[in-house]
C-alpha cells in the first residue's frame, strides 16, 4: 500500500495527476526537514546540557508548539483568504525563515534554575522561524489540494499520511545514514539549501492552485460541535505526553543515548502514516486487543526494571508506547470531519499534542520525583476504546468488586507473610496476567490496570529506597542494599557512588569503580607517585557522591566539577552521604558544564579525572577532538588524565585512544573487577589514562592489566561529528 491512494491518483485523466504527485512529493519533503531539524538542533544544543536526555523532550515540547502555531495560521489563512492571496502570504512567510540561516547555535551559557525555560527560548531564537513556516505546509498544501478541484471528502488526508511518511523517513535515516556520514555544519549547510529549494516547491503548488479553477460550490460544512473539539484535543493529547513520557523513562531506566530518542518518536509518526486511510495497514481490532496485553507487560516491566535486559525492556516498552498510540490516533482518524474542516482538525489536535508535550516535559517533572507520567499516560490511553465508554453501569460494579476482591487477598498475603516480597511478586504476575486477558471487559480492565500500575509504581520490593529526586538532568534514587550494609547514589538504572553504613569510620572507604586497588585508584597512586609523592593540582569532572573526595591527601588542591545543583546538595547532605562532608568539605565544587567550566581553571593541573555520565552514557562532547585539545591545555608539562569510560552499551575505548592521538597524546587503557563484586560493591570498571607521551605514560609504571590502545580505524569524534551507532557495533563485537 503507497502512501497516497491508488484510486485518488490514477483515476484522472493523466494531464491531471503529476499535480497530486507534486502535492504529495512537496508536502513529503516539507515534513522531512522539519524532522530533520529537530534531530540536529538538539545535537547541537546537548553538549551545553551535558548531554541530558531532557533536552530532547523540551526540542519536542518546542516544536509540537510550533506546529500548533503552523496549523493555526493555517487555518486562519484558509478561513479569510483566497487561494491566492493565502499563497502569497505563505511564500512571504517561507522568505522570513532564511533570516535563520544557515541554522547554528548562539553563544550561550545555562542558568543554574529554570534550565527547561531557557532552552525554549534558546529553541525560539534559532529556529522559530523556518520551522513556523513548515510547519504550516502540510495543512496549507491539503487545502489548497482539496479547495482548487484536488479531490472530495476525506479523500484528502492522504496528503497528511505522505507528510508524516517523510517525517518517519528522515528519523530513521538520521542515525544510520546521517550523523555517521556528515557533521554538524554540513549537516546545516545542506538544510539551508533544502529549505530554498523546497521554498521553490511551495511556490509551484501555489502557483497550481492559482492558476485551477475554482470549484463552484465549496460548501461550509455545520459547525463542529465542541464535543468533537475536545475529543481531538484529548485523544492527540495522550499518544503526544506519552511520547515524552516513554522516552524520559528509556533514557532513565533502560539505557541513554541519543539515537534511541528518535525511535519513540519514529513511531509516533507511523501511527499516523498506518492509520489516516480508508482501510488501515493494520486493523484496529488487533490494536484493540494487543492493548491490555502491552499493558500487563508494563506491569511486569516496572516491577522487573532492574532485572530485564535493555533490549527486551526497550522493545517491551516501545510496544507499550506504539500500541497505545495506535489506538488513539485511530479513533482520532474515525472522528475526523470532511475536508473543508481539516485546517481545524490539525489545529485542535495540535494543541491536544502540544498540552501533551507540555505537561510530560515541563509540568510532570516538577510533581513526580520519578517518570510517573509514563504509566499514568499509559493507563489514560484505556479511555481511547469506545467499549470502555459504553460499558454498563453492571459491567462497571462487577469488575470494580472483582478488582477489590482480588486486592483485598493480595494485601491481605502481602502482610500477613513473613517474607512480603514473595507474595508481592507473584500477586503483580498474576495481576498483570489478569489485565492481559480482560480486554472484552472494560469494566474490570480499566480498574485492573489501575491497581496493578499504581502498586509498581510506589513499590520496589528488591530495593530499600531513602530517597528520590528528580531534576532538568535525570532522576536520583538513594538506596539502601544488602541489608542496610551499603547505600547507593543511581542516577537512572546506574550507580553514580556508594558508601558503607555500617561502622563510622572518618574517611569512608571508596565503593563502586573508586575502590582501593581499582584501576581508577591505580590511576591516582600512580600519578600521585610520578610527581612526586604530592599532587599539587587535581580536576574531577563529575561529582556523584564524592566518593573521590576521599582520595585527596593533605597539601593537595582538589577542585570538583558538577552540572546539577541537586547532585551537589545530595553529596553534601551527610544524612544521605558522608565522603564530601568529611573527606573534603572545603573542596570547591564548581558548577556547570564541565567543559566550559574547565576553560576558566587557573592552575596547570597534575591530575585530571573525568568521571561524567547521564545515567548510562558518557556526554559525546567530553569525548572530542576539541574537548582533549582542551584537557592538554589545563595539564602541568606531565600531567596526567584518567576517564571513566565503563559503559554496558558502547565501546568508548577506541573513541578516547582516537582523540588522543589526534592531540598528540597517549592512551592505555585497563578493564577490571573483583569476582566478588556484589558482596563488597566494587564494580567492573573500565578506566582510561592518558598522557602527554609515551615517556609520560612509561613513567606512570601502571600495572601489567594496563594495555595501550589506538583509535585504529575508529574516526575520530570532534564537536561536529560523533557516531553513537558504531559505537555500540563495536561493544556488540567484544
Known amino acids: 500500500m503507497t502512501v497516497w491512494?491508488?484510486?485518488?491518483?490514477?483515476?484522472?485523466?493523466?494531464?491531471?495527476?503529476?499535480?497530486?504527485?507534486?502535492?504529495?512529493?512537496?508536502?513529503?519533503?516539507?515534513?522531512?526537514?522539519?524532522?530533520?531539524?529537530?534531530?540536529?538542533?538538539?545535537?547541537?544544543?546537548l553538549p551545553l546540557l551535558g548531554g541530558s536526555a531532557a533536552v530532547w523532550s523540551v526540542?519536542?515540547?518546542?516544536?509540537?508548539?510550533?506546529?500548533?502555531?503552523?496549523?493555526?495560521?493555517?487555518?486562519l489563512l484558509t478561513r479569510f483568504l483566497s487561494v491566492r492571496g493565502a499563497v502569497v502570504v505563505h511564500l512571504c512567510v517561507c522568505a522570513l525563515g532564511l533570516v535563520s540561516l544557515p541554522v547554528a547555535l548562539a553563544a550561550a551559557t545555562p542558568p543554574q534554575s529554570g534550565v527547561s525555560l531557557w532552552l525554549v527560548g534558546l529553541?525560539?531564537?534559532?529556529?522559530?522561524?523556518?520551522?513556523?513556516?513548515?510547519?504550516?505546509?502540510?495543512?496549507?498544501?491539503?487545502?489548497?489540494?482539496?479547495?482548487?478541484?484536488?479531490?472530495?471528502?476525506?479523500?484528502?488526508?492522504?496528503?497528511?499520511?505522505?507528510?508524516?511518511?517523510?517525517?518517519?523517513?528522515?528519523?530513521?535515516?538520521?542515525?544510520?545514514?546521517?550523523?555517521?556520514?556528515?557533521?554538524?555544519?554540513?549537516?546545516?549547510?545542506?538544510?539551508?539549501?533544502?529549505?530554498?529549494?523546497?521554498?521553490?516547491?511551495?511556490?509551484?503548488?501555489?502557483?497550481?492552485?492559482?492558476r485551477a479553477p475554482a470549484q463552484k460550490s465549496v460548501a461550509r460544512t455545520a459547525p463542529v460541535a465542541w464535543r468533537d473539539r475536545l475529543a481531538w484535543t484529548a485523544l492527540a493529547f495522550v499518544p503526544s505526553g506519552l511520547l515524552v513520557a516513554v522516552t524520559?523513562?528509556?533514557?532513565?531506566?533502560?539505557?541513554?543515548?541519543?539515537?534511541?530518542?528518535?525511535?519513540?518518536?519514529?513511531?509516533?509518526?507511523?501511527?499516523?502514516?498506518?492509520?489516516?486511510?480508508?482501510?488501515?495497514?493494520?486493523?484496529?481490532?488487533?490494536?484493540?486487543?494487543?492493548?491490555?496485553?502491552?499493558?500487563?507487560?508494563?506491569?511486569?516491566?516496572?516491577?522487573?526494571?532492574t532485572h530485564v535486559s535493555w533490549g527486551m525492556a526497550l522493545a517491551g516498552h516501545l510496544a507499550v508506547f506504539f500500541v497505545a498510540a495506535m489506538v488513539c490516533h485511530g479513533q482520532l482518524y474515525a472522528l475526523r470531519p470532511p475536508a473543508e474542516r481539516l485546517t481545524e482538525f490539525y489545529a485542535w489536535m495540535s494543541l491536544g499534542g502540544v498540552l501533551g508535550g507540555i505537561f510530560a516535559a515541563l509540568i510532570a517533572p516538577q510533581i513526580f520525583d520519578t517518570v510517573a507520567e509514563y504509566p499514568l499516560l499509559a493507563f489514560a490511553a484505556l479511555f481511547a476504546r469506545s467499549d470502555v465508554w459504553h460499558a454498563s453501569r453492571k459491567d462497571w460494579l462487577q469488575g470494580g468488586l472483582f478488582v477489590l476482591a482480588v486486592a483485598g487477598a493480595l494485601t491481605a498475603a502481602f502482610f500477613a507473610s513473613?517474607?512480603?516480597?514473595?507474595?508481592?511478586?507473584?500477586?503483580?504476575?498474576?495481576?498483570?496476567?489478569?489485565?492481559?486477558?480482560?480486554?472484552?471487559?472494560?469494566?474490570?480492565?480499566?480498574?485492573?490496570?489501575?491497581?496493578?500500575?499504581?502498586?509498581?509504581?510506589?513499590?520496589?520490593?528488591?530495593?530499600?529506597?531513602?530517597?528520590?529526586?528528580?531534576?532538568?538532568?535525570?532522576?536520583?534514587?538513594?538506596?539502601?542494599?544488602?541489608?542496610?550494609?551499603?547505600?547507593?547514589?543511581?542516577?537512572?538504572?546506574?550507580?553514580?557512588?556508594?558508601?558503607?553504613?555500617?561502622?563510622?569510620?572518618?574517611?569512608?572507604?571508596?565503593?563502586?569503580?573508586?575502590?582501593?586497588?581499582?584501576?581508577?585508584?591505580?590511576?591516582?597512586?600512580?600519578?600521585?607517585?610520578?610527581?612526586?609523592?604530592?599532587?599539587?593540582?587535581?580536576?574531577?569532572?563529575?561529582?556523584?557522591?564524592?566518593?573521590?573526595?576521599?582520595?585527596?591527601?593533605?597539601?593537595?588542591d582538589w577542585r570538583f566539577y558538577e552540572?546539577?545543583?541537586?547532585?551537589?546538595?545530595?553529596?553534601?547532605?551527610?544524612?544521605?552521604?558522608?565522603?564530601?562532608?568529611?573527606?573534603?568539605?572545603?573542596?570547591?565544587?564548581?558548577?556547570?558544564?564541565?567543559?566550559?567550566?574547565?576553560?576558566r581553571t587557573g592552575a596547570p593541573l597534575d591530575l585530571l579525572v573525568l568521571d561524567t555520565f547521564s545515567s548510562d552514557s558518557v556526554p559525546t562532547h567530553m569525548l572530542t577532538r576539541e574537548a582533549f585539545a582542551l584537557y592538554k591545555a589545563?595539564?602541568?608539562?606531565?600531567?596526567?588524565?584518567?576517564?571513566?569510560?565503563?559503559?554496558?552499551?558502547?565501546?568508548?575505548?577506541?573513541?578516547?585512544?582516537?582523540?588522543?592521538?589526534?592531540?598528540?597524546?597517549?592512551a592505555a587503557v585497563e578493564r577490571a573487577g573483583p569476582a566478588d563484586g556484589q558482596a563488597t560493591l566494587?564494580?567492573?570498571?573500565?578506566?582510561?589514562?592518558?598522557?602527554?607521551?609515551?615517556?609520560?605514560?612509561d613513567a606512570l609504571h601502571l600495572g601489567a592489566g594496563w594495555r595501550i590502545v589506538h583509535g585504529g580505524g575508529t574516526k575520530v569524534w570532534t564537536d561536529d561529528y560523533s557516531a553513537i551507532l558504531a559505537a555500540l557495533a563495536a561493544k556488540m563485537r567484544e
Not at 457 to 463: C, K
Not at 682 to 697: F, G, M, N
Open 682 to 697: 566494587h564494580l567492573k570498571a573500565e578506566i582510561a589514562v592518558i598522557a602527554r607521551s609515551r615517556a609520560d605514560l
Open 563 to 599: 552540572l546539577d545543583p541537586l547532585d551537589v546538595a545530595i553529596a553534601r547532605d551527610a544524612r544521605l552521604f558522608r565522603s564530601v562532608s568529611r573527606c573534603a568539605p572545603k573542596a570547591p565544587i564548581v558548577l556547570g558544564d564541565a567543559r566550559l567550566t574547565l576553560a
Open 59 to 75: 526540542a519536542m515540547v518546542v516544536f509540537q508548539g510550533l506546529l500548533l502555531a503552523g496549523y493555526l495560521y493555517a487555518d
Open 123 to 210: 529553541f525560539l531564537g534559532a529556529v522559530g522561524l523556518p520551522c513556523f513556516a513548515l510547519s504550516a505546509n502540510a495543512p496549507l498544501l491539503q487545502a489548497w489540494f482539496a479547495r482548487r478541484g484536488g479531490t472530495d471528502g476525506a479523500k484528502v488526508y492522504w496528503l497528511y499520511r505522505a507528510s508524516n511518511l517523510g517525517s518517519f523517513a528522515i528519523l530513521l535515516g538520521y542515525p544510520f545514514v546521517v550523523e555517521p556520514n556528515a557533521g554538524l555544519a554540513l549537516q546545516a549547510r545542506g538544510w539551508s539549501i533544502a529549505y530554498v529549494a523546497l521554498g521553490l516547491a511551495i511556490a509551484g503548488c501555489g502557483a497550481l492552485a492559482w
Open 634 to 666: 589545563r595539564l602541568a608539562p606531565h600531567g596526567t588524565i584518567a576517564i571513566n569510560i565503563s559503559n554496558n552499551h558502547l565501546s568508548l575505548a577506541p573513541v578516547v585512544a582516537a582523540s588522543a592521538e589526534a592531540n598528540g597524546m597517549v
Open 248 to 305: 524520559a523513562h528509556i533514557a532513565t531506566d533502560v539505557a541513554s543515548a541519543p539515537f534511541l530518542w528518535i525511535v519513540p518518536l519514529a513511531l509516533y509518526l507511523l501511527t499516523f502514516v498506518l492509520l489516516f486511510a480508508d482501510k488501515p495497514v493494520i486493523p484496529a481490532k488487533l490494536m484493540l486487543a494487543a492493548q491490555p496485553v502491552t499493558l500487563g507487560a508494563l506491569a511486569l516491566l516496572l516491577l522487573w526494571t
Open 5 to 45: 491512494d491508488a484510486e485518488t491518483i490514477h483515476a484522472r485523466a493523466p494531464a491531471r495527476r503529476w499535480p497530486a504527485v507534486a502535492y504529495a512529493l512537496t508536502v513529503f519533503a516539507s515534513a522531512a526537514l522539519l524532522f530533520f531539524l529537530e534531530p540536529m538542533f538538539a545535537k547541537m544544543v
Open 418 to 556: 513473613g517474607k512480603p516480597v514473595l507474595p508481592f511478586v507473584l500477586g503483580t504476575m498474576a495481576l498483570g496476567v489478569l489485565v492481559a486477558m480482560s480486554g472484552r471487559h472494560p469494566g474490570r480492565v480499566v480498574p485492573l490496570a489501575a491497581f496493578v500500575l499504581t502498586v509498581t509504581l510506589i513499590y520496589d520490593p528488591s530495593q530499600s529506597v531513602v530517597y528520590r529526586a528528580r531534576s532538568f538532568y535525570g532522576v536520583y534514587k538513594v538506596v539502601d542494599v544488602d541489608g542496610g550494609r551499603f547505600r547507593v547514589l543511581y542516577h537512572g538504572t546506574t550507580a553514580h557512588g556508594a558508601e558503607t553504613l555500617t561502622g563510622d569510620t572518618a574517611r569512608p572507604e571508596p565503593l563502586t569503580y573508586y575502590y582501593h586497588g581499582g584501576p581508577l585508584g591505580e590511576a591516582i597512586t600512580a600519578a600521585r607517585a610520578s610527581d612526586g609523592g604530592t599532587l599539587s593540582h587535581v580536576a574531577v569532572a563529575g561529582l556523584g557522591v564524592g566518593a573521590l573526595s576521599c582520595w585527596a591527601q593533605g597539601g593537595e
